[in-house]
């Protein structure tokens, strides 16, 4: 049984107007790779995007660069993607402290606890692979929007303001302040935190703020990195150190609210001094590049993610803390879970927006989500929590997992976002359909 793939817009059925088999709200990186993995999927695609796709958005401007999971790096190479290489740093080592490096040589043992896993802990089958690579999110957009804008099964409406968004039970789609409709099967919401989606339909968020700003910036030093990713848990919050491409790291440094935002206010001199004094020796002397800015934390998780002809992904479903830096990697997990399960479904001839095409996402993506959201929430609090009895725990928690061969296997796994039942794209295959030969 098929599905209309010509239908009067929902709101005015006296003017049928193009309709796509899906409508992407909002073209940040998780909304961009889900037109990509859909067009190559041969589903018909309507991108509405806010500002300019060659434009900075949150996510890309004041210093922001991802580590990027292995397997996402994958992704985007089964979908085309180019112009990645020579921008990104392969991350073959994290290292996780509890409390700040010592002032003395790089290499010193770091008190008081410490812990590390290798791309080595990924395993034979991965053998090469890096645990991730750090990319600035401006290269990983930029890069992402020449693939949208190569594509003519993708149309993208840029500068887009979306009124209304509307809904029955064939249809799903955005009215513009124009006066266009946008129309097509299914509606996904991928507009980041405050999803205007989740908020139309009555996706509840179930979560809390952290009361705390991430400070992110990037340091040109003298020291190299040797592709290590430092984890640096303070009482006041998580420091990461994270290496980038050239002899320079980026540094997402999470404070109270307050905190952060005095930091990013000081001047250069008096911000490195406060740097400099967490992170010891490790990057020998150094100074700013770009810009920085902050952003407040919060945990978000809209439950449920779906209903009748709407779902959610990335940002939009889940927004979490930065500390293992995993935010934009389950995002664009659920990217490859779902252009799977609306290719399985339109290759037998099935509606993208059917509650059952949707289940099946929800129950491919719910479990990892909410583990990883639980998981670092978690790690937060027992790392911000004083006393000596958990302090000890912490110590013991660190040296039981360092000396354990399968939990470093495990955290690499994580890292590298090869866990659990991969969809193809993350397995780094193609996700041609008969409908995208036709
Ligand atoms: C300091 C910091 C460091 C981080 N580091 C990492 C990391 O190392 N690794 C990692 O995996 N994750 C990291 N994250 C998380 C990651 O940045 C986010 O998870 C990711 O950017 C989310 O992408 P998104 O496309 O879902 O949402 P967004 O990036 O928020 O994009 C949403 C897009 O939708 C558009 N939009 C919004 N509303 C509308 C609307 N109504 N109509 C149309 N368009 C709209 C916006 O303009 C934007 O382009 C970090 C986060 C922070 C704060």
């Known amino acids: 049984m ?32 889900l037109a990509l993995a859909l067009d190559q999927a041969g589903l018909s695609v309507g991108l509405v995007e806010s500002g300019r796709l060659e434009g900075e958005s949150a996510a890309t401007g004041g210093g922001r660069a991802s580590m990027v999971a292995f397997a996402v790096r994958r992704m985007w190479e089964a979908l085309g993607v180019g112009g990645l290489e020579g921008q990104a740093q392969p991350v073959r080592r994290i290292q996780v402290t509890e409390g700040r490096l010592s002032s003395g040589a790089r290499s010193a043992p770091v008190a008081p606890a410490s812990m590390m896993f290798t791309d080595a802990d990924l395993g034979s089958d991965e053998a090469g692979a890096p645990l991730g690579w750090m990319i600035e999110n401006r290269v990983i957009r930029d ?19 979306a009124r209304a968004l509307m809904r029955d039970g064939t249809a799903a789609g955005v009215q513009l302040a124009d006066g266009r409709e946008v129309a097509g ?65 980026n540094i997402v440094w999470t404070h109270r609210r307050a905190a952060a935002r005095a930091l990013a206010g000081m001047d250069d001199a008096d911000l490195g001094r406060e740097i400099a004094e967490r992170v010891g020796g490790l990057l020998g002397r150094f100074h700013f590049e770009g810009t920085r800015a902050t952003w407040p934390l919060a945990l978000a998780v809209a439950d449920p993610p779906v209903g009748p002809r709407i779902a959610l992904v990335g940002d939009s479903w889940h927004s979490v803390h930065p500390l293992a830096g995993q935010g934009l990697n389950l995002g664009l997990k659920d990217v490859a879970a779902l252009a799977e399960v609306l290719a399985d479904a339109v ?30 929430d978690l790690i937060l609090r027992a790392f ?45 295959e193609r996700l041609d359909t008969p409908r995208a030969a036709a």
């Open 2 to 33: 098929g599905y209309p793939r010509t239908m009067p817009t929902p709101h005015d059925p006296r003017s049928p107007g193009p309709v796509h088999d899906v409508v992407i709200l909002g073209g940040g990186m998780v909304g961009l790779t």
């Open 143 to 161: 890069a992402l929007v020449r693939s949208v804008r190569a594509k003519p099964g993708i149309a993208v409406f840029e500068e887009a303001t």
């Open 185 to 249: 099967a299914l509606l996904v919401g991928a507009e980041g935190r405050r999803s205007m989606v989740a908020e139309t339909f009555g996706l509840r968020a179930v979560g809390w703020d952290y009361g705390q700003d991430a400070l992110a910036v990037t340091l040109v030093h003298e020291t190299p990195h040797d592709a290590v990713a430092h984890q640096l848990f303070l009482p006041s919050g998580p420091i990461a150190v994270l290496p980038m491409t050239g002899n320079r790291s």
């Open 347 to 376: 290759a037998v001839g099935l509606d993208p927006g059917a509650e059952a095409t949707l289940d099946r996402y929800v129950r491919w993506r719910r479990f990892d989500v909410t583990s990883q959201a639980l998981g670092m």
């Open 384 to 428: 911000a929590a004083g006393g000596t009895r958990l302090g000890l725990l912490r110590q013991a928690g660190l040296a039981v997992i360092d000396a354990a061969a399968p939990a470093r296997r495990l955290l690499a796994r994580t890292a590298g976002a090869a866990t659990g039942d991969l969809p193809r794209l993350l397995r780094g």
